[in-house]
């Protein structure tokens, strides 16, 4: 069972700036399209940005376009999401997820498209 493992929530302020790490401990995920996803109690999970496993593509839902920045490190086997001039519509638990995938180029935004997912952590934005 491939567990991913991500931090860095906490409870912020609006306009602050937080950055998620996920990880994949023990697995090699340079072949894996990776993505960010986000839920609260009233909305399903939705998703935030991917990233193509080679990391020379990224796509982010609109709200997020132009404050949220989705980078990898493969030899760390980490990718990471930061998040710029937060709000508090940005609050819910964020999931990162990964997909194996042939292609290098690709990303998705489905998340019956992702094999695996982390437990999630808590971004709390204050007004």
């Known amino acids: 069972q491939v567990q991913l493992v991500e931090s860095g929530g906490g409870l912020v302020q609006a306009g602050d700036s937080l950055r998620l790490s996920c990880a994949a401990p023990?697995?090699?995920?340079?072949?894996?399209?990776m993505g960010w996803f986000r839920q609260t109690p009233k909305k399903e999970r939705e998703f935030v940005g991917g990233?193509?496993?080679?990391?020379?593509?990224?796509t982010y839902t609109d709200s997020v376009k132009g404050r949220f920045t989705i980078s990898r490190d493969n030899a760390k086997n980490t990718v990471y999401l930061q998040m710029n001039s937060l709000k508090p519509e940005d609050t819910a638990v964020y999931y990162c997820?990964?997909?194996?995938?042939?292609?290098?180029?690709?990303?998705?935004?489905?998340?019956?498209?992702?094999?695996?997912w982390g437990q999630g952590t808590q971004v709390t934005v204050s007004s």
């Open positions: 023990g697995r090699t995920f340079s072949s894996w399209a």
């Open positions: 990233i193509s496993w080679n990391g020379d593509r990224t």
């Open positions: 997820a990964g997909a194996r995938t042939k292609y290098g180029h690709i990303w998705y935004t489905s998340k019956e498209q992702y094999n695996y």
